[in-house]
């Protein structure tokens, strides 16, 4: 935390990620965003060790017999010990079968918030919503992060990560419209009305589906694959490379389930408002990051029955911070 950030009395927006978590201050009607990796990995505990990664100013944490190197950093050192990175989050939730999920994701929110500066200071942070079908440990992930805030010191409120993306892009159009945030391990919808949710739901396959896929048909990891799409991916077709291929394949795939699992819970929903009006869509989230990402999401628009008219479809100008935009916005209301 910087100076600034410990006189900063405002509310915070959290977007706690399965790849990344961001937090959103807002300064002289301008946004701030600080962002860490929601990763870490270990390594075997020795003193220098410790001794040389605090004079490096390296965000570690000593535990029992190993340190944990976190956030920003893991990624950093995974190269230089030629060691994978682990995550605590799977899926949008704390992931069950590791066991540093908790402490690490407790230790990257207190790096990036630090103690709340006045009382009760208000944080807005994300959930996803509900998987269809799925029982889900959503009510669990949601009581520690919120535990991990009030002992920080903050008053926090959970916020689904589809109504906060309504809230960071849709204030134009009176906060009704579908938000949907396309991650690293969902991709989580909220239709709200006037700022009320009225259907959120949430899809499973998304960024980390699209690279464990493309990683099994083209034996490369996983981790070499992600990194390939957020450098140079193009959603334009099929051509010679196999990983372009591969990762173009997947990408078609998780766009045409999203839209069709869109249209089946619009169309099957006992309680739709009527709106007199077209609405506006918006995608957000990294995996809506590349070149002719829209032109595949309208094609399968085109191919489903949507039940709602809408006004536009566009990708958020900043598809990272939207999500902790739109909790801040939030927690600002
Ligand atoms: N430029 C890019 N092109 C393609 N994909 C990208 C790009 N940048 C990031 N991604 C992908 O976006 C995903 C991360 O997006 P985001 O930060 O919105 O997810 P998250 O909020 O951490 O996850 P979730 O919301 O599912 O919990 C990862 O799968 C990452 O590989
Ligand atoms: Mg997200």
Redesign the pocket.
């Known amino acids: 935390m910087s100076k600034s950030e410990e006189e900063y009395t405002q509310p915070i927006g959290l ?1 706690v ?4 978590i961001v937090a959103a201050r807002s300064a002289d009607k301008r946004y701030r965003y600080e962002s860490q990796l ?1 990763a870490f990995l270990t390594l075997p505990y020795s003193k220098l060790a410790d001794n040389l990664l605090q004079r490096e100013n390296v965000f570690h944490e000593v535990h029992g017999s190993e340190i944990v190197v976190a956030g920003n950093d893991a990624e950093r050192f995974a190269e230089v010990f030629h060691v994978e990175t682990r995550r605590p ?1 799977q899926n ?1 939730i704390l992931n069950p079968q590791e066991p540093h999920s908790l402490a690490v994701v407790r230790s990257i929110i207190g790096k990036l918030l630090g103690r709340a500066t006045v009382e009760k200071q208000k944080v807005y942070f994300s959930v ?1 919503a509900p998987v269809e079908g799925s029982e889900t440990g959503i009510p669990y992930h949601q009581a520690s992060i919120s535990q991990i805030l009030t002992e920080l010191g903050f008053a926090p409120t959970p916020i689904a ?1 589809g109504l906060a993306v309504v809230f960071g892009e849709l204030g134009d159009a009176n906060f009704s419209g579908i938000g949907i ?6 991709c ?1 919808v909220c239709l709200a009305v006037l700022s009320v949710p009225v259907i959120s739901f949430s899809v499973p396959k ?3 589906f ?2 464990n896929q493309a990683a099994l048909v083209t034996g490369d990891l996983a981790i070499r694959l ?1 990194i390939q ?2 450098k140079a ?1 193009r959603l334009n077709g099929l051509c010679s490379d196999r990983v372009q291929n591969a990762l173009t394949v997947y990408y078609q795939e998780m766009i045409v389930n999203l839209v069709k699992t869109l249209c089946n819970h619009i169309s099957s929903a006992q309680k739709l408002p009527k709106l007199e009006q077209a609405i506006p869509l918006v995608l ?4 809506a ?2 070149h002719g990402f829209l032109d595949h999401f309208m094609t399968a628009m085109r191919a489903n029955e949507l039940p709602v008219k809408l006004s536009e479809v566009r990708i958020s100008a900043d ?2 911070n939207s ?1 902790a935009r739109g909790a801040l916005m939030a927690a600002l209301c």
């Open positions: 977007d990620g399965t790849s990344r929601n989050m949008g996803p990560e945030s396309c991650g690293s391990g969902l989580n998304a960024g980390d699209i690279d992600r799409k957020e991916f957000s989230g990294g995996t990051m590349p598809p990272l999500t």
